[in-house]
């Protein structure tokens, strides 16, 4: 948790640089969260964002995102794997630093590139599970966790992401975006947890 506060004021203090500046602007995300192996969830965001330059934007966002099981199979035979969950109740809070380019612009739309890195906090509910096969017909009785076995867990991770979308600055100082993103979790050397996601945003000039 100590990192979680070191980060959260580092983060803090770069988006009071970012403020100190006359070129930005703020936004609001939300949407459908879809991990690999894993129910659907949500995830919400306030970014802000800095015009470095032409078409390319600084931003930093902070946000969280929750969802519920994974997804674990069991396979016996040649029948269909049977599916059970090791894990639930999934907290994710993540802050990250990124760029967007804009690619092409169509009258007051705007398709457009981002890509990101951050840090990530994960708590969630992690159980062993149980599995009973009949010694005599060898086919799976019982797949399922272990009840009372559940205990909290939590994770440091690492995350790289890529996105595009387009955007509608619909007035001067109000616009709204539709984006598509992947993102990467890396934890250790573990292969790389991929999510992706769906958003809508509300941008605001100040």
């Known amino acids: 948790m100590k990192k979680l506060f070191f980060l959260t004021l580092l983060h803090l203090f770069l988006v009071a640089q970012v403020l100190s500046q006359p070129k930005y602007s703020i936004q609001i995300n939300g ?14 965001n306030i970014q802000l964002n800095y015009l470095l330059g032409e078409s390319v934007y600084l931003y930093f966002n902070s946000g ?30 993540y802050f990250y630093t990124g760029i967007q380019k804009n690619l092409k612009s169509v009258k007051t739309f705007n398709i457009y590139f981002t890509v990101d890195v951050g840090y ?20 799976l009785i019982k797949f399922d966790i272990e009840p009372g076995s559940g205990r909290r867990e939590s994770k440091n991770l690492i995350g790289a992401g890529i996105g595009i979308g387009i955007n509608n600055m619909m007035s001067e100082n109000f616009g709204i975006s539709v984006s598509g993103k992947m993102n990467n979790l890396f934890y250790l050397l573990k292969e790389p947890k991929t999510q992706y996601s769906i958003m809508v945003s509300f941008i605001f000039k100040i």
């Open 120 to 139: 990530n906090y994960l708590k969630y509910n992690k159980y062993k599970n149980i599995i009973l096969i009949d010694e005599d017909t060898k086919e």
């Open 64 to 93: 969280i995102s929750s969802w519920d099981k994974n997804i674990i199979s069991y396979a016996t035979g040649n029948r269909l794997p049977y599916t059970s969950y090791s894990e639930d109740d999934h907290l994710l809070i």
């Open 31 to 44: 949407g459908l969260l879809m991990p690999n192996s894993n129910d659907k969830g949500l995830t919400a």
